[in-house]
Structures are given as C-alpha cells and as structure tokens.
C-alpha cells in the first residue's frame, strides 16, 4: 500500500502532536498506542523487575520515523530508537533520494539458528565423531522433544553438524555439535539454548566424552539477509566517490570499522525499538565481516555505467514473537508501524536501512563532509546544553547554524555566548 506523500512530505517540521496524529492515520495505531508512544503511558514497575534485576528507573531514548523509505515495492514508517542526531535525517533523505530515482531490493538466505554442544577434550576424536554422525536422527528428535510449542508452529531442530576444531596453542582437538534450529517468528536464543542443555546427558551417555559448554552462536551464517540498492542516473565523481569509499574500507580495517558503524546505525535503532537484542546482532555482523580473516565492509558499492549499485548480505536473528518484543508496549507499537508479519520482513528492512544510513553517511563524506551535516543538526544539542530555556531553543540554533557555515564549526562556548546575547537583548527589550 503507498503512503499518501501529502501526510509524510514536511513531517520533520511538524509539532511532536501532529506527527502523532499523522502516524495514526498512516499506521492504524489506537489513541492508547500514541500514549504509549508520548510516554503518557509509561513501562510499568511490575514488568521492568520482570525483565532485569535491582531496577532503579527508565532511560528514555527518543523515538523517532525514518520516512519516505521504499522497498520491494512497498512504502514504510521505520520507527528508530536512537540518540545521535543526524541518524533519522540522513536515513530520510537517503531513502528519498533513492525513492526518487532508484529501487530497495531485499531477499533472505536461509532461516536456521545455530546452538553449540563442545567437547572439549576427548579420549578419541575419531570415534566420537563417528558415533554423534550415526546418532544425528536420535539426536534431532530428543531435540524436537524438549520444544514441542515450536514445532507444533512449524519450527524446530532440522540438523546437526560436527566440526573437529584444533585446541589453540596445544596439540589435540575439539569437537563442537551444532544444532541448526528454524525458530519461526522468534529471535529463538533460550529456545535454542535449552536444546543445547537437553542434548547434553545424551552426547556424554553416547561418547563417553565430558561435555563443556551449551549456548547458542550469534554468528548466524544460516539465516542471512541481503540487500540492494540501485540508484540510476548518478553524477559521476559523486559515484566514483563511493566506489572510492568502499575500496578504502576494504583495504584498511581501520576505516572498515567505521564503514560498518555507519551500517548499524540504521541497524540497532529498529532493533532496539522493537525489543530485540542489538548487541547479539551487533556480535554476529562483526564477526561475519572477519569470516575470512581480516576484517572487511559487509556493505559494498559501485558504478555500473551511470547507475551507482550498492549491497549488503549480513546475518540476522531477530524476532517478532516472544521475550521483550511483546512485553514491551512501545515495542509492540513500533511493530504496528511497521506491519511487519514475519521476523523474516523485520530482518529485511533491518538489512536495507543499514545500506541505506550507509550510503547516506558515504555520499556525506564525499561530498560536503560529515562534520557540516552532523553539525547542523547537533546545534539544538548545543543549545539545550548551553541551558536555552524551551522557547529559546530555536534561536540560538539559528544562530548557530548562520555562525556554521562562516567558521565551519560550533561548540558549547559560542551557544552559551549567544543565549547571553539574547538574553540580554531581552532584558533590554523589557526595560524599555
């Protein structure tokens, strides 16, 4: 369904209460999910000491909607929880721009999470190993038979596989049993880890060998999605430029690091808007981009002719069934806005706006440079820090943003200079 552009067109410059109105319409939320959203409705006590121990209070981080996102055809509200600035504005003039002249293609590759079984140390790898590979049926069912909910949903244990892995620094070996498990609609750590468990007294009672530790794996090379971007028409030392920017990041791990921080900002806002675990996803992209031994960019780009072509394949478990994503009332409401049905969908949209946020932070830095963008939207910080009173705001980061783009630069002294500036003009004001 498309979005209407009269609703979305200028969102950024309405009040916090017409873009909940806005998202209403757009999104058929209920005047109980903007409460939520407001924070009128806050978390209440009894879930936060469900969730962690010794709790003390709230974090809030603002919430806020990429717009004019586009992809596979469909047009989306990505909502973003996130503190840095220029995320949610680079993110919509991307995707505007790639709207406009381009296309968001995305697909999945595969759907299976991994847990992991050790043996650390074993009397007789050989034999072990034979006997896990003769027993992979039995195995697979006493599996299935300790999470009946999720196979009765479809999902479930569907493999197993041995890896023989040398001992670091010592002779001899280890053997690790992974279980490959379709988790349906959820993220599936404590169901995976749970068969971990389960398997363990089987895989001693077999082997005869002492089991070590049972957990799953956060590199999720079974369950990858990709996606790409094509944006047709590009001015030719602007595409170059990005060419340039991922050969860089190729050749340097240094800058490869900060090529992949631009991808997960746009990664682990969504994820931490709907209750899912970030720093599980964060572990996996890491280590999936070190697969081959040196650490690469998981986002690569380049010109094709006059179209610039741009990709990103990462793996991703993440859910929209169970745990925090259904406790959490806000991310229940960010799941509204997104109408997402199916983790996989989750996981498609997280892959394309990492592209996207990278693109965006790529055309940045070949173009007018990052610091211009992220210090034009950083001067309401500034003045908020220099202590502007609410209807102050907007002045001093006027004047910041003229001061900007005569000395390139602003900090927190100049907003402290120009709050007592106007103050005293309207100290002043009132004498007379």
């Known amino acids: 369904m498309a979005i209407e552009p009269n609703l979305v067109e200028g969102f950024h410059r309405l009040s916090q209460k017409e873009r909940l109105q806005r998202l209403k319409q757009l999104c058929d939320l209920s005047n109980e999910d903007l409460q939520v959203l407001s924070g009128e409705t806050q978390l209440p006590p009894e879930v936060t000491d469900h969730l962690i121990e010794n709790t003390i209070g709230y974090f809030p981080i603002p919430m806020g909607v990429i717009t004019h996102f586009s992809m596979d055809g469909k047009e989306i509200l990505i909502p973003m929880a996130v503190e840095e600035t220029s995320i949610i504005a680079a993110a919509s003039a991307t995707a505007k721009w790639i709207k406009r002249d381009g296309t968001i293609r995305t697909y999945s590759k595969g759907n299976l999470i991994i847990g992991q079984v050790q043996i650390p140390h074993l009397k007789d790898v050989v034999r072990s190993r034979q006997i896990l590979q003769a027993n992979q049926d039995l195995l697979i069912g006493l599996a299935n038979a300790c999470i009946p909910g999720l196979v009765n949903r479809g999902g479930g244990v569907r493999d197993l596989v041995v890896r023989e892995i040398a001992r670091p620094g010592e002779d001899g070996a280890m053997l690790v049993l992974h279980i490959l498990c379709d988790p349906c609609d959820a993220m599936g750590a404590n169901l995976i880890n749970q068969v971990c468990e389960a398997?363990?007294?089987?895989?001693?009672?077999?082997?005869?060998?002492?089991?070590g530790l049972c957990i799953l794996s956060n590199l999720v090379d079974t369950k990858?999605?990709?996606?790409?971007?094509?944006?047709?028409?590009?001015e030719k030392n602007l595409g170059l430029g990005i060419e340039e920017a991922t050969l860089f990041a190729q050749a340097d791990v240094y800058r490869a690091a900060t090529h992949n921080k631009g991808v997960l900002?746009?990664?682990?806002?969504?994820?931490i808007a709907t209750g899912n675990d970030w720093r599980a996803v964060?572990?996996?992209?890491?280590?999936?981009a070190a697969?081959?031994?040196?650490?690469?960019?998981?986002?690569?780009?380049?010109?094709e002719g006059s179209d610039l072509v741009g990709k990103i394949e990462v793996p991703l478990a993440v859910g929209i069934a169970g745990g925090v994503t259904r406790i959490h009332p806000t991310a229940r409401v960010a799941l509204k806005i997104l109408k997402v049905s199916r983790a996989e969908d989750l996981a498609r949209i997280c892959a394309a706006v990492g592209l996207v946020q990278n693109l965006g932070a790529l055309k940045a830095l070949t173009t007018v440079g990052i610091v211009k963008g992220h210090m034009q939207l950083h001067a309401a910080n500034l003045?908020?820090?220099?202590?502007?009173?609410v209807h102050e705001i907007a002045a001093v980061r006027d004047r910041l943003a003229q001061i900007l783009l005569v000395e390139k630069s602003i900090n927190l002294s100049r907003a402290r200079e120009i709050l007592d500036?106007?103050?005293?003009?309207?100290?002043?004001?009132k004498i007379h």
Not at 199 to 211: D, F, S
Not at 265 to 271: C, E, M, R, S
């Open 282 to 288: 964060e572990a996996g992209i890491h280590a999936y």
């Open 291 to 303: 697969r081959s031994g040196k650490y690469q960019p998981v986002t690569h780009w380049r010109m």
């Open 224 to 234: 990858l999605v990709a996606a790409e971007v094509v944006i047709r028409g590009v």
């Open 383 to 389: 003045a908020i820090a220099a202590g502007a009173a």
């Open 421 to 429: 500036s106007i103050r005293e003009l309207d100290q002043t004001v």
């Open 199 to 211: 398997l363990k007294p089987r895989v001693e009672e077999l082997t005869g060998e002492r089991v």
């Open 265 to 271: 900002n746009g990664i682990d806002p969504i994820l």
